[in-house]
Each structure stands twice: as structure tokens, then as C-alpha cells.
């Protein structure tokens, strides 16, 4: 397995193609998003990591500053960089209302449990199926970026009303088809290599 990393080395997943640079998930930097577990360009700890890969594929706390009163909803979207792919992949994709939180502006270790999310949390389809899936990248690879993304909303995050469709669509689909203002946003990175 390390040879097939190195030689997919200089590949990587585009940048231009991630929920953060998605014309429609535009807005303001007002979100401040940290994590006890790492800080901004540290490397996850193995417990947060995929089971494939010696991890307990256990989604780290997440806590960002106040969004704007009139958010209605969040969006919290996990992707990796550097996956070997034209678009990075998307480890986990949850609605978060806002009002239902057990704790104002944070998750705690474990929230994005496809089996049991923390209250307040909705997971959708990512990638690979739902729930939180922790970094498993191939091995010699190099270092990948995890980004942890936040996205506040004012309004319906969709022109459609119907959830089971929002709950039934892949993450690129979901993501073209949010038209919801973005009012605040935030992302922290973190780094995984094998």
C-alpha cells in the first residue's frame, strides 16, 4: 500500500472544488471554529482517525463562536483535501439546529455518531455512507488536510421543503442545491498522514 502512495504522490483533490469554495457557500468569516482535540494545521490524533487505519473513527468536540441571531440553521461539512481525486472527499455532512444544542455553539466528542447523533444534529450522506468518518488516507500518500467547516443560514437552506430528499441526496447534489444566504462561516484544518 505504500507503494500505491507514493506513486499517486502528486496527486490530490483540487481546492476550487471544496464546500468552502462553492460559489453558492459564500459569506462572511465570522466563525471562529476550534477544537480541544488539535488547533488550526496540527495533526488529528490516531482516536479520531478511521477504524482502517487503528482509530475509533470518534469525531472530535467542536465548539464555534455565536452566529449571527438570525441563523436558522448550520451546516457542518468534513472533507479531505488531498484525497487522490479531481474533488476532495467529504468525511461527514450534518445539519445542526442551533436551538436544540445540548451545549450553545458546540459539539462534544462523539456528536456526529451516525447511530446516535448529539441532539440537534441531522447527519446526511457524505462520501462514503453517513456519520463521521474519521482520516484513513493511503498509506505514503503524505500529509492530508481535514477541514471542519461551518456554515451559519438564514432561511430555507433549500428551494426544495422536502427532507427526505435533502436526507436521500449524495453531498456533491446537496451542496450545488443549497440557495440559503450564507451569513457567517468558519473552518478549522487539521492534518492526518499515514
Given amino acids: 500500500m505504500t ?7 502528486n496527486r490530490r483533490g483540487r481546492d476550487s472544488h471544496s464546500a468552502w469554495n462553492r460559489p453558492n457557500l459564500q459569506g462572511p468569516e465570522l466563525l471562529i471554529v476550534t477544537s480541544e482535540r488539535f488547533g488550526e494545521g496540527e495533526e488529528i490524533s490516531l482516536e479520531h482517525a478511521g477504524k482502517r487505519v487503528g482509530g475509533n473513527n470518534l469525531s472530535p468536540d467542536l465548539t464555534w463562536s455565536p452566529p449571527p441571531p438570525e441563523t ?7 472533507e479531505d483535501l488531498d484525497v487522490p481525486t479531481s474533488k ?5 455532512l450534518a ?7 445540548d451545549s450553545p455553539n458546540h459539539l462534544p466528542p462523539g456528536a456526529l455518531s451516525a447511530k446516535e447523533p448529539a441532539a440537534g444534529v441531522r447527519i446526511l450522506r ?6 463521521y468518518h474519521g482520516p484513513e488516507p493511503i498509506k505514503g500518500h503524505g500529509p492530508h488536510r ?12 433549500s ?7 435533502l436526507h436521500r441526496a449524495g453531498p456533491r447534489a446537496l451542496l450545488s442545491s443549497l440557495t440559503a444566504p450564507v451569513i457567517a462561516r468558519g473552518r478549522l484544518t487539521g492534518s492526518y498522514e499515514r
Fill in 72 to 78: 436558522t440553521e448550520l451546516l457542518l461539512v468534513v
Fill in 88 to 92: 476532495p472527499a467529504v468525511h461527514c
Fill in 159 to 165: 428551494d426544495t421543503s422536502d427532507t427526505a430528499k
Fill in 95 to 101: 445539519l445542526i439546529d442551533p436551538s436544540r444544542l
Fill in 3 to 9: 507503494l500505491l502512495g507514493k506513486l499517486l504522490k
Fill in 146 to 157: 481535514y477541514t471542519f467547516q461551518v456554515f451559519a443560514f438564514s432561511g430555507e437552506m
Fill in 126 to 131: 457524505s462520501t462514503i455512507s453517513r456519520g
